[in-house]
């Protein structure tokens, strides 16, 4: 399995940044795709996944109503939009994926990942 983020980079507070992620080695039915994210100094975190299979989404509480998942089945990636980003979503992001959903909000539970990507984001 190899999963290959990209779109990180530098952006003004309020400003938008899409990531994707490129997943390819299996077919991924049944798999939960996830976006974690790990500041400085701090435990890697959940920030949002998506079911492949059926595309149901969840979110961390900090990033509801600002970052949206979603997947291309036909291309096989996972994309994050992020909107109205703030000084606190500067972190390193990555793309995981996990077989199953039951513990998609756990950052630990993921059996794959991609190398990830930085986003910062300025005040």
């Known amino acids: 399995v190899q999963l290959v983020e990209s779109g990180g980079g530098l952006v003004q507070a309020g400003g938008s940044l899409r990531l994707s992620c490129a997943a390819s080695?299996?077919?991924?039915?049944?798999?939960?795709m996830g976006w974690l994210r790990q500041a400085p100094g701090k435990e890697r975190e959940f920030v949002a996944a998506i079911n492949w299979s059926d595309g149901s989404t969840y979110y961390a509480d900090s990033v509801k109503g600002r970052f949206t998942n979603s997947r291309d089945n036909a291309k096989n990636t996972v994309s994050l939009q992020m909107n109205s980003l703030k000084p606190e979503d500067t972190a390193g992001y990555s793309c995981?994926?996990?077989?199953?959903?039951?513990?998609?909000?756990?950052?630990?539970?993921?059996?794959?990942w991609g190398q990830g990507t930085q986003v910062t984001v300025s005040s």
């Open positions: 080695g299996r077919t991924f039915s049944g798999y939960t």
């Open positions: 995981a994926a996990r077989f199953g959903g039951r513990r998609k909000f756990d950052a630990r539970s993921y059996d794959y």
